[in-house]
T-cell receptor
Framework: EPEVTQTPSHQVTQMGQEVILRCVPISNHLYFYWYRQILGQKVEFLVSFYNNEISEKSEIFDDQFSVERPDGSNFTLKIRSTKLEDSAMYFC?????????????FGDGTRLSIL | GQQVMQIPQYQHVQEGEDFTTYCNSS?????IQWYKQRPGGHPVFLIQLVKSGEVKKQKRLTFQFGEAKKNSSLHITATQTTDVGTYFC?????????????FGTGTRLKVLA
């Protein structure tokens, strides 16, 4: 069964540095998402992306964050200048088509640790 | 903004006991999805409910969508150690023609053998 893949599985970065988290959504999916989960807490929506543009972003997704789909297969999340509170698990998800009755498929996540 | 709350936050049960988690939305939902996240894992889609009052079963799991489409429940009969994890409900919100899902606060289930 096709999967969403994320790399790296774990990223350790100094505060203030830039990080890029990578995701390869399922190939025929059209809608892409990034979520964040701080340890032991709920899954928080960051951003949704469709047709090469952001559809919606949350309050968490400030100017330090950006997303890109540079080559038609990868979907990246960039954090420009990381802060300690950015430490979390970041999940990428994709969904096939329009309509709310389609499940999201999640990747295994990237654990981001900011020192 | 739209909020989705779940109770209880944690539940410890003896293997073989039943378990129920409740999900409440501040707004009416067009549908609701349930996900399971094993410790250290990612959310995995379990089921979607669409109709008012709908009940669906998956083996020992029973999902229900409230008549007002603002609440839902997941009931597990005779829990097993493989049921351990956090169960999230998620409700959609449409924005600019696309959907995003608001996840509930989750219920963490621990099953004691």
């Amino acid at each position: 069964e096709p999967e969403v893949t994320q790399t790296p599985s774990h990223q350790v970065t100094q505060m203030g540095q830039e990080v890029i988290l990578r995701c390869v959504p399922i190939s025929n999916h059209l809608y892409f998402y990034w979520y964040r989960q701080i340890l032991g807490q709920k899954v928080e929506f960051l951003v949704s992306f469709y047709n090469n543009e952001i559809s919606e972003k949350s309050e968490i997704f400030d100017d330090q964050f950006s997303v890109e789909r540079p080559d038609g297969s990868n979907f990246t999340l960039k954090i420009r200048s990381t802060k300690l509170e950015d430490s979390a698990m970041y999940f990428c998800a994709s969904r096939r088509q329009v309509g709310s009755n389609q499940p999201q498929h999640f990747g295994d996540g990237t654990r981001l640790s900011i020192l | 903004g739209q909020q989705v709350m779940q109770i209880p936050q944690y539940q410890h049960v003896q293997e073989g006991e039943d378990f129920t988690t409740y999900c409440n939305s501040s707004t009416t939902l067009s549908n609701i999805q349930w996900y399971k996240q094993r410790p250290g894992g990612h959310p995995v889609f379990l089921i979607q409910l669409v109709k008012s009052g709908e009940v669906k079963k998956q083996k020992r799991l029973t999902f229900q969508f409230g008549e007002a489409k603002k609440n839902s429940s997941l009931h597990i009969t005779a829990t097993q150690t493989t049921d351990v994890g956090t169960y999230f409900c998620a409700g959609p919100r449409i924005s600019r023609g696309t959907y995003k899902y608001i996840f509930g606060t989750g219920t963490r289930l621990k099953v004691l053998a």
